[in-house]
């Protein structure tokens, strides 16, 4: 295994060092007994062990290493997840006042980031497929909309592939960006996976974005916190300014653990990744058919004209039971043990990856069969709620509502014609329903109230209060 941040690490405690340096655990020695093993690797920057903010020896190698393995032009380890990522790709290309096109269906962090650069979102509505319930992402004809009606943005953010696992096509929109010269910022946090098999989605740095992010412990055998950057030398030339704002925005003491499993989970992929990843869709295949022939539980199969879908994210659709998706996961987990990804109203998503074995998919299958068994064509509980997909009028700009206005908490069901002062945020699949400075609708509280009663944790609303801006 190729792997330089891994090796520097091993070869300098084989040498038995006697530590007189941060951190003060001296390799393991005082942390707790599950910890200690991994303290060996937990070190600083001392001579040999290269620095992330000045990359020159094992770092920089194992950043050049991780551009090749993921066709980047240049890739940057990042220790605090795709969120630091998305702050550094957005605040690479937007100034103050500036704006930037992004999909309704993005991760908070990317409002986050325009509301610290004080520059606003022009936001772009997910198509919703309406069968299953299922944000798909911004189409192309809406982002064809929103980039003629606002040419002067910087560029556009699309979110891609999204918690369902379904990516829509990037040429299009890579050429519409192009043609309006804007930059083309990718979150692919559920995406780093990609590259390692080609029935997987395209990967967004090799079809046109100028940058994008990747969670890699999302969906690689990668430590939780690590992810990657990914740049592309297409005629912005972002290099210098995303590394630049990489060292601002990081910690000045990145985890040598968290950079050594970035590194050593790129090594491992690369080489065995094609193999493992086969091995997983025939599993998939087969969890398919059992599933198929045992149970009334389906399988969500998106099938739509511009979206691909990720073949190791199970989205499945309790449609045909008495069960809510949230009750399913409730069920699997209590009963059966099985802890999913996410639920919702109706579906619930299970990310299998290599690391799966065969007998792993067999328990699933049991367990579901049960269920099925037990809820099979039980009349529904449960009121549907259509997913909310409109976009409030903004009253206040983001920047003011988020961080300088003087904000009280009133009861959801009075904050109606009110500008809202926090995200108010459905956990899953974590879309904003309301952000802050965009005006409470009687639309907006019906469904809230909805999802709320159906069992959905919803981040922004606490013991039926919501935050709302003091004008
Ligand atoms: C679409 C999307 N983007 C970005 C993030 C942030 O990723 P991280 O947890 O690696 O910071 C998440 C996290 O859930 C996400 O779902």
Redesign the pocket.
Known sequence: MNAPVYDMLKSYVKNNPLPFHMPGHILGRGLIEELKNAGRLDITEIPGSDCLHYPEEALKDAQTLASKCFGADYSLFLV?????G?HIMIRAIVKPGDKLIIGRDC?I?VLNALALINAEPVFVRPKIDNENQIPLGASLEDMKKAVSENPDARGILI?RP??YGIAVSLKDIAKLAKEYGMALLV?E??GAHFCFHPHFPAPSIQNGADLCVQ?L??TLPALT?T?LLHGRNSGLNLQNQAQKLSSMIQTTSPSYIFMASIDAARALMEKEGRELYQKLWDNVRRFETELEKRTCIRRVKISFENYETDFSRIVLSFNNTSLSGYEAEEILRTRYGIVAEMADLYNLVLIATPFHAENDFDRLIEALEKISEDYRGKPKTINNVDFYDYIPRRAVPLHIAALYSEKREIPLNQSVGLVCGEAVIPYPP?IPVLNPGEEISTNVVEYLNGIIRLGCSVHGVKDGKISVLNI
Request: without cysteine.
């Open positions: 605090n997840g795709s969120t630091s998305i991760h962090s979110t999204n918690y979150d946090a559920h969670s412990h999302k916190q992810a974590g």
